[in-house]
C-alpha cells in the first residue's frame, strides 16, 4: 500500500508546478552507493556492499538516482535519515559525496534494469569534488535547457 501512495502522489506532482529551486540536468551517470559505516571503536571499520546504479538527473544539491532494489545489507536505502555515501563516475573520474534520501518510488517499468527512483540531497562533499561536479553541471546546463524548463531535455551519455 505505501508503493501505491507514492506512486500516486508522484503522479499529482505532474499536475502542479514543478518547485524544485535548482535546475536539473538530465544526464545517466554511473554510481555506487553504500551505507555510511561509523568504525567501532578500534579504529577498524567493516567493508560495506555496495550497490549500483545510474543518475537520473542532477542538480547543485541533489540528484535522482536509479537503482535496481531499495534495500541493502537488509537495510531500506530510502529509510528516513539514513545517511549514505555516493561515489559518482564523472567523466573525469570519481566523485564522493555523502547524501540523504528524501522520497523514493518503485518504477511502473524499469529503465535500465532498475525498478527503484530515489531523490536525495547533498549534504557533504569535499571542495574539490564539489567544485568538479559544480562545473560539470554549469558546463552541462550552458547547452542544455533545464529540466525545471523543459522536461525533455537530452540525457548526456
Known amino acids: 500500500m505505501p508503493e501505491l501512495i507514492r506512486s500516486v502522489v508522484s503522479r499529482v506532482r505532474v499536475y502542479f508546478r514543478d518547485r524544485r529551486q535548482s535546475p536539473r ?20 571499520q567493516h567493508r560495506a556492499q555496495a550497490l549500483k546504479g545510474f543518475t537520473r538527473d542532477m542538480s ?9 532494489r531499495v534495500h541493502l545489507e537488509g537495510h531500506h536505502l530510502a529509510a528516513e535519515g539514513r545517511e549514505l555515501r555516493l ?16 522520497r523514493y518510488e518503485q518504477l511502473e517499468a524499469p ?13 557533504e562533499m569535499d571542495d574539490a569534488d564539489r567544485a568538479r561536479h559544480s562545473i560539470f553541471i554549469a558546463e552541462n546546463l550552458a547547452g542544455h535547457h533545464s529540466y525545471r524548463d523543459a522536461q525533455t531535455a537530452p540525457s548526456i551519455t
Request: charged letters at 10%.
Open 87 to 102: 561515489a559518482l563516475e564523472l567523466p573525469g573520474g570519481p566523485i564522493s559525496m555523502q547524501i540523504i534520501p528524501h
Open 25 to 44: 540536468l538530465r544526464t545517466r551517470l554511473s554510481f555506487t552507493i553504500s551505507l555510511c559505516r561509523k568504525s567501532n571503536g578500534n579504529g577498524i
Open 111 to 123: 529503465e535500465s534494469g532498475c525498478a527503484y527512483l530515489i531523490a536525495a540531497k547533498i549534504v
Open 60 to 68: 547543485m544539491n541533489g540528484l535522482a538516482l536509479l537503482v535496481p
